[in-house]
T-cell receptor, first 113, second 114 residues
Framework: DSGVTQTPKHLITATGQRVTLRCSPRSGDLSVYWYQQSLDQGLQFLIQYYNGEERAKGNILERFSAQQFPDLHSELNLSSLELGDSALYFC????????????FGEGSRLTVL | AQSVTQLGSHVSVSEGALVLLRCNYSSSVPPYLFWYVQYPNQGLQLLLKYTSAATLVKGINGFEAEFKKSETSFHLTKPSAHMSDAAEYFCAVTTSGSARQLTFGSGTQLTVLP
C-alpha cells in the first residue's frame, strides 16, 4: 500500500461526457502528479501540483483540467470524452526527500464507449 | 531535457535464470534514476533508486541495478528469476531541475517461463 488513494477504480462512460477522478496523496506529501497510461502512448506525465499551485504541465489536453485543494487532495477533470481517452490514470505523490521518487496510487481505469 | 530508453519491450527468461532488463538514459545534468514494477491491475511500485551515492543499488525482491555513467546505463538485474517476478518494469529519470518530473521509459514486460 503506497498510501496514495484514487477513486473510482473503474469508470465506464460515453463519448462526450465528463468525469472527475480523485486522488488523496500520502500523509504529509505536498506534491501531486497525474499520469496517463495507455497501450499506444505508454506512461505520459499530465500535470503536477504543489501545495495547491500548478507547478508543471506535460502532455495534458485542453479538455482536461486539474486542481489541488487546501486539504491537498487533487481532482482531474476530463471533459468531452473521446474513445482515445480510455486509459489508466495514475496519481502519485512525491516524498519529502531530495531524490524525488514518486509513490503511485492504484489508478483509475477509464473506459469511454 | 531528459529521456530514458528501455531496450526490449518483451523479455522472457526461464525460472531460475538471470534477469537483465536494459535501460539507457539521457540527461544534461546528473540524474536520479529509478526502476518501478507494475503487476497486473496495480499501480507502480518502486523497486530501487540511484541517488549519486553508491553506483550499485540494491532494491526489493532481490533486484539490483548498476549506474554506469560512461555508458549512460542503469540496467536492472536479478540472479535468479521467480515466477512472481512476471510483471512490467519501468525505468525512469529525473533531475533536480525538472520540478521532479519523472520521465518514464516505454516499459519491459518480463515473462518467466516454468
Amino acid at each position: 500500500d503506497s498510501g496514495v488513494t484514487q477513486t473510482p477504480k473503474h469508470l465506464i462512460t460515453a463519448t462526450g461526457q465528463r468525469v472527475t477522478l480523485r486522488c488523496s496523496p500520502r500523509s504529509g506529501d505536498l506534491s501531486v502528479y497525474w499520469y496517463q497510461q495507455s497501450l499506444d502512448q505508454g506512461l505520459q506525465f499530465l500535470i503536477q501540483y504543489y501545495n495547491g499551485e500548478e507547478r508543471a504541465k506535460g502532455n495534458i489536453l485542453e479538455r482536461f483540467s486539474a486542481q489541488q485543494f487546501p486539504d491537498l487532495h487533487s481532482e482531474l477533470n476530463l471533459s468531452s470524452l473521446e474513445l482515445g481517452d480510455s486509459a489508466l490514470y495514475f496519481c502519485a505523490s512525491r516524498g519529502q526527500g531530495p531524490t524525488g521518487e514518486l509513490f503511485f496510487g492504484e489508478g483509475s481505469r477509464l473506459t469511454v464507449l | 531535457a531528459q529521456s530514458v530508453t528501455q531496450l526490449g519491450s518483451h523479455v522472457s527468461v526461464s525460472e531460475g535464470a538471470l534477469v537483465l532488463l536494459r535501460c539507457n538514459y539521457s540527461s544534461s545534468v546528473p540524474p536520479y534514476l529509478f526502476w518501478y514494477v507494475q503487476y497486473p491491475n496495480q499501480g507502480l511500485q518502486l523497486l530501487l533508486k540511484y541517488t549519486s551515492a553508491a553506483t550499485l543499488v540494491k532494491g526489493i525482491n532481490g533486484f539490483e541495478a548498476e549506474f554506469k555513467k560512461s555508458e549512460t546505463s542503469f540496467h536492472l538485474t536479478k540472479p535468479s528469476a521467480h515466477m512472481s517476478d512476471a510483471a512490467e518494469y519501468f525505468c525512469a529519470v529525473t533531475t533536480s531541475g525538472s520540478a521532479r518530473q519523472l520521465t518514464f521509459g516505454s516499459g519491459t514486460q518480463l515473462t518467466v517461463l516454468p
